[in-house]
């Protein structure tokens, strides 16, 4: 009977989002260098899932409700290894990716993430250059792990947080948790060197848009950009409605009424977030803007769920699954290839088609949540 119970388990964890065994190209070649897709957009940052597991709640991402004690998690022997992620990011990395984003579900919960890091720090562009890494937490386990997490090569560090008031905050993240360990932690990242540290902090209409002044009166001069994120349809169960996010636009008014402030200049292409700098030199903002000012032409992101599924879109649907040929008889050079055509056959652009209200080809499709493949 146990047996019985650990293999629908596996099935209905693996069988979680459609995916296809990607085409090994007949005529593949190496890698030779950057790739663009459809829309000319180059492949340069990896977002990589490490597990789908969370400690938190929160109702934009893993709602209680959902994600309850009987929800089944993917199985260990589904997750690729610390070894098979280095392989494959390695590929890509021979394709053009310069950035690696560790993500979740909660990073830190994957056993032993330093050693992946250590595996990832080691690696190098064609061009000789060290891979930017980075890590989004919601921090509450960085006091703990903040020294050998930048020991094992770790530069920077995301951590998102949603308000400084600890009855809001805990509300938020629905598993009671102090607000107070979360700045204790980045304050030990700080201390380590994981910077500059950025803030993430989801805004809610009427559920923590109040916070918005506070959060960026505490972080003005701390050395943390902090950044906006407007409450996004990422799946399904999250519940959103329009009538929910605050536009970034008027985000950025509510702060100017209290700090000047002045445009910057994207940090590099396809960033993703509106730069603004305090005119007293105290630091900067940022605020992301997914829904009302969608950035789809210069996204140049690939995402790869824990399990190994390639998806070109934080909004799709479906995903390509790499980890069939890892665990196959492909080569490298023939894993690279699938990876190439699946990339240059991309035209991904959900935000900018819901603008314009257009029919968006994968509607009745169910959207990949945040929690598995990370923001």
Not at 95 to 101: A, F, L, N, P, Q
Not at 332 to 340: F, K, M, N, Y
């Amino acid at each position: 009977m146990t047996d019985l119970k650990h293999s629908q388990t596996i099935a209905i964890a693996d069988l979680r989002y459609a995916s296809e065994v990607p085409a090994v190209p007949s005529d593949w070649v190496a890698p030779a260098g950057p790739l663009t897709d459809r829309l000319h957009r180059p492949l340069r940052d990896l977002r990589i899932s490490v597990t789908d597991r969370c400690n938190f709640r929160c109702s934009y991402c893993m709602p209680r409700e959902v994600f309850d004690k009987d929800y089944a998690y993917l199985p260990q022997s589904s997750l690729l290894s610390f070894e098979e992620i280095a392989r494959l990011t390695k590929l890509f990395v021979a394709h053009g990716v310069e950035k690696i984003r560790l993500t979740g579900g909660e990073p830190l919960l994957r056993k032993n993430i330093e050693v992946l890091i250590h595996l990832l720090a080691q690696m190098r562009t064609p061009a000789g250059k060290p891979l930017d890494i980075t890590l989004t937490t919601n921090g509450s386990l960085l006091a703990k792990k903040a020294q050998a997490l930048k020991d094992a090569g770790l530069q920077r560090v995301t951590v998102s947080l949603d308000g400084l008031d600890d009855a809001v905050f805990r509300r938020m993240n629905d598993v009671d948790f102090p607000v107070a360990d979360v700045l204790h932690g980045i304050e030990e990242a700080q201390r380590v060197g994981l910077a500059p540290l950025k803030i993430n902090m989801v805004v809610k209409r009427g559920t923590n848009d109040h916070e918005i002044v506070n959060m960026a009166r505490h972080f003005r001069g701390s050395g943390c950009v902090l950044r906006f994120i407007e409450y996004m349809d990422v799946g399904a169960t999250n519940g959103w409605r329009m009538d929910e996010v605050l536009p970034s636009a008027q985000v950025v008014d509510r702060i100017s009424e209290h700090f000047a402030l002045q445009p910057l200049e994207a940090s590099a292409p396809g960033e993703t977030a509106e730069r603004w700098r305090y005119i007293d030199g105290s630091g900067e903002i940022g605020v992301i803007s997914s829904v009302t000012q969608a950035f789809c032409r210069d996204c140049n992101r690939a995402r790869l769920s824990t399990e190994g599924k390639l998806f070109l879109c934080l909004f799709a649907s479906r995903g390509h699954d790499l980890r069939a040929l890892l665990r196959g008889t492909y080569s490298d050079e023939q894993i690279a290839g699938a990876i190439g055509q699946i990339w240059q056959q991309r035209s991904d652009r959900y935000s900018e088609l819901r603008a314009a209200q257009a029919p968006d080809a994968s509607r009745g499709a169910r959207r990949v949540e945040m929690s598995y493949i990370g923001g």
